[in-house]
C-alpha cells in the first residue's frame, strides 16, 4: 500500500497529508499519543469510518470504502486471537451467513521468518524467468508477498515454493498448534493457507481472513493477525498487538447476494399528536417511553397535520404501532396504541403501563 496506493498531496500550506488507506496504523498511533498504551495494561479498542486506495475501481474494491475494526493491545498469548476470530464467526451467525470460510496462517517469529526470507529469496531466484515484473520487484523488499500473486503464469511455481510452516521456530509452531486446538474445540471451521501472508508489511504470527466465493475475485470480507512489531516502529515500548477490519461495502454486497435480510430502520413505533396540550408535551412523552424500553425505536411525527396525514405516515414509516397522543391523553396521564400490523384492537392505557403494553 505504502509504495503505490497512497494517496498524498501537500495542502495549501505545503504540508504533506495522506489519506488513510487502512485504521490499524492510525489507531496504533492514536493510543501511543494519548499514553493509552503503558505500563502492560490490556486496551480494547473500534473503530469505523472511510479509508482511502488509489485502486482501479471495481465491484467490492473501490478507492473510498468504509472498514470497521477491532483493535487489542496488551495480550501475547492466542487466547486473544482465537476471542477475535469466534467474536467475527458470530457475527456471520448474528447475520445469517453461511457463505464464508476462514483461512488462518502463521506468519511465526521475526527471526524465523528472517530465515523463511532467505530460503523463499534462493528459490524465487532460481525461477526468475517466471516472475513478472511486480514479482521482480518484490523479490528484495519483500519476497513473502509474492506468494500472494493473483498471476496465474506463477501459480504452479508458487505452489511449488517452499513453506513458511515447515521453517517456523518451536514457539511458533506450538502457539499455533494452541491455536488450532481452541479453534477446534469452539467448532470453527477453517483452511490452513500457507499462502496468506496479508497485504500489510507489518503482520506477524497469526494472520486470518474470512472468505466467500459470492462476491468473484473480491471475496474477502474480513482480515486481521497479529503486529506484535507495530508499536515498537511508531516509536512506543514494544507491545503485542492483533486486530481485525471488516469491509463495510463487501459485507453489504455479500448480504444481498445470499438474499439475507437488511435491517430496513422501519420503528417500532410512530407518535401522532393531536391538539396543543399534547403537542407541548410530545417530547417529554417520547423520552418518557424511550427511557423505559432500551432499544425501543420511536419516531415522532413533526410539523402538524391532519390525523389522515399523520396516520398515512405512520403507515408509511412501517411501525408496527401508532402511539396517539391527544389533548384527552395529555389529561389522563394516558396514551392509545392503534396496531398498524395485524389483527390487534386499538386501547388506551396510562402512560405508567405503556411501557409493559409496547414490550410485551
Aim: net charge negative; aromatic share 8%.
Amino acid at each position: 500500500i505504502v509504495e503505490k496506493e497512497m494517496y498524498t498531496f501537500d495542502d495549501r500550506n505545503g504540508d504533506s497529508l495522506t489519506l488513510r488507506p487502512e485504521g490499524t496504523a492510525g489507531c496504533v498511533r492514536a493510543a501511543i499519543q494519548n499514553a493509552a498504551i503503558s505500563n502492560a495494561q490490556v486496551q480494547r479498542w473500534w473503530y469505523a469510518g472511510p479509508m482511502f486506495r488509489h485502486e482501479r475501481p471495481q465491484k467490492g474494491r473501490y478507492r473510498q470504502f468504509h472498514q470497521i475494526g477491532v483493535e487489542v493491545f496488551g495480550i501475547a498469548d492466542v487466547d486473544i486471537d482465537a476471542e477475535l476470530i469466534l467474536m467475527t464467526a458470530r457475527l456471520w451467525r448474528v447475520l445469517g451467513l453461511r457463505d464464508v470460510r476462514l483461512q488462518l496462517n502463521t506468519l511465526g517469529s521475526s527471526e524465523a521468518r528472517a530465515a523463511y526470507r532467505d530460503i523463499l529469496v534462493s528459490y524465487f531466484e532460481s525461477h526468475a524467468d517466471l516472475l513478472d515484473e511486480d514479482a521482480q520487484r518484490r523479490l528484495h523488499s519483500n519476497p513473502l508477498r509474492i506468494l500472494d500473486s493473483k498471476n496465474p503464469a506463477m501459480q504452479a511455481m508458487i505452489e511449488a515454493a517452499p513453506r513458511l510452516l515447515d521453517h517456523l521456530d518451536e514457539d511458533s509452531a506450538n502457539e499455533f498448534a494452541r491455536l488450532r486446538a481452541i479453534l477446534d474445540s469452539a467448532g470453527i471451521d477453517y483452511d490452513v493457507n500457507p499462502r496468506l501472508v496479508r497485504g500489510l508489511d507489518y503482520y506477524a504470527k497469526t494472520v486470518f481472513e474470512w472468505v466467500t466465493d459470492k462476491l468473484g475475485s473480491q471475496g474477502t470480507i474480513c482480515a486481521g493477525g497479529r503486529y506484535d512489531g507495530l508499536i515498537e516502529q511508531l516509536g512506543a515500548k514494544p507491545s503485542p498487538a492483533i486486530g481485525f477490519a471488516i469491509g463495510i461495502e463487501r459485507l453489504v454486497e455479500l448480504l444481498q447476494e445470499v438474499g439475507a435480510p437488511l435491517p430496513d430502520g422501519a420503528p417500532d413505533a410512530y407518535l401522532l399528536i393531536f391538539g396543543d396540550a399534547a403537542r407541548t408535551a410530545s417530547h417529554s412523552v417520547a423520552e418518557f417511553i424511550r427511557d423505559r424500553i432500551p432499544g425501543f425505536k420511536l419516531q415522532m411525527h413533526c410539523g402538524g397535520g391532519s390525523p389522515k396525514s399523520q396516520f398515512k405516515r405512520a403507515d408509511k414509516s412501517g411501525a408496527s404501532w401508532a402511539l396517539i397522543l391527544g389533548d384527552d391523553e395529555i389529561a389522563k396521564q394516558s396514551i392509545t396504541l392503534k396496531p398498524l400490523r395485524g389483527d390487534g384492537e386499538q386501547r388506551t392505557v396510562l402512560l405508567a403501563e405503556v411501557a409493559a403494553e409496547l414490550a410485551a
